[in-house]
């Protein structure tokens, strides 16, 4: 099943040496949106009508995930970042702003830092971020990714449970449960389902140690656009200012209020506000 949405369009767009599936609508300056785990473009679903008013926007499926291809390398933030990059470029657009949630946030930072001429606005939406201070001692606590970076158990224990997994995964990490929708999990659940898919989102945990240690460098030229950082109140939504601010000199933004990890799932109305008003304003 392709998921569809109405007013836009789905392109594979050769970039970086693989195909990654694009979704684009919309008129305006463009604004790319990088999703998170273990969802696929469809995470925005809710949220690209409302900035497609305004903006031309462009929601792709990160390498490994969804539609995209899933080598059996190249999950660096820093490479996945030229994905995304080439896209733009393909699409016509060689200025632009990026927005990721989750580990589309940890690919938005190192795209912002490496394609400087490129990006004039970044929003990173509730994720810790390899480079930030607290990075280690953060990560040790959160269960999944001890899991995930393990070689071949997780596509193991997750084969044929893609669903159960998914659905299980997600709840933990929602606030408000009447925005889980058990259609969008199915989804993320089939996605998930085709080959190579599972290691390919396993693959985006086990370069992390690497992430880091390029976005330690990074830090060292502080970005000087304008940067929104957006958490979900009940997850890392008090944290996102002040760790965006080791990276960068103008940061701006806060919580989400009644909201978990998903801010996107659960509260696309106040994530396409705040876009629009920190596009706007900047």
Known sequence: MIPTLEGFTQHMVPANGIKINAVTGGFGPPILLLHG????????HHVMPLLA???????????????????????????????????????GHQRYAVCGHDIGGMVALPQAAIYRDAVTHLAVLDV???????????????????FHINRDLPERLIYGREYDYVSAFMAERFYDH??????????????????????????????????HAAALEYKKLPLDIPV??????????????PMLQEFASNVTGGSIARCSHYVADERPDEVAAALID???AN
């Open 228 to 241: 929104l950082g957006l958490g979900g109140e009940q997850r890392f939504g008090a944290h996102m200012v």
């Open 128 to 146: 810790p971020l390899p480079g930030w201070t607290q990075w280690e001692a953060t990560i040790a606590k959160i269960w999944h990714f001890s």
């Open 278 to 280: 920190f596009l706007k």
């Open 178 to 211: 009447s925005t889980f929708n058990p259609a969008d999990i199915e989804i993320y659940a089939k996605a998930m389902a085709l080959p190579g898919r599972t290691r390919g989102g396993m693959e985006w945990y086990r370069t992390l140690t690497s992430d």
């Open 37 to 44: 785990w273990p969802e696929t473009w469809w995470e925005w």
């Open 53 to 91: 008013e305004q903006f031309s926007v462009v929601a792709i499926d990160l390498r490994g995930a969804g539609f995209s291809d899933c080598p059996l390398d190249g999950y660096e933030k820093a490479t996945m970042a030229r994905d995304a990059h080439e896209v733009m470029v393909a699409l």
